[in-house]
């Protein structure tokens, strides 16, 4: 059975700085990109999201920024690899949409990733961390654990 499943992760000190090629959706707004990391992770077919939902869904979204909405970019790839989002509300943020290419896994991406979300969160005043995941998503539980996220 696969349940929801909140992992958290309290922000001390300053995270690392990553080295990673990362730009922000502000730098990229390409909603087609972002289609199609979603469409080829979670849903595909039908139910694929249309250009027009996801603005209508990130405009629903009062906390969504384009300053915080990040790419992985691989400069041998014309399109990015993986992107991520933080909504941040006082000292608690949270990370929502973390997808990568199935190809471009194990490659530190996420991390990358996560560690510029970790620092814009700590430089926006944010002091803990939540993800939502499913129990039944093992890669990204395992993922946030080795990240220190711990069951809410
Ligand atoms: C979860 C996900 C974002 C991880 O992306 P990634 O770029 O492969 O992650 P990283 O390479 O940065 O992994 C860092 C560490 O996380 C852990 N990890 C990541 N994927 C893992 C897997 N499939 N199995 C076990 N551990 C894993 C490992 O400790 C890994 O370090 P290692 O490769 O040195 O062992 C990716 O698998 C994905 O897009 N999954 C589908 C979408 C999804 O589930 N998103 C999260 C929604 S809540």
Redesign the pocket.
Known sequence: MSLPLLLTKRLTVSPPKTAAAILSYAAHAAPDDWLRLHGA?FLSGADRWTTARFQREITARDWFSPQQMWWAIQPSRPQPI?VVTLEVAGEQGRIHW???DAA????????ALLGTLEQAAWDAGVRQLT???LSS????V??YR?HGYETA
């Open positions: 992770i993986g973390l997808m990568v471009a896994r194990r490659q530190g991406v996420a991390s993800a939502e995941t998503w093992t890669p990204a395992a993922f080795r």
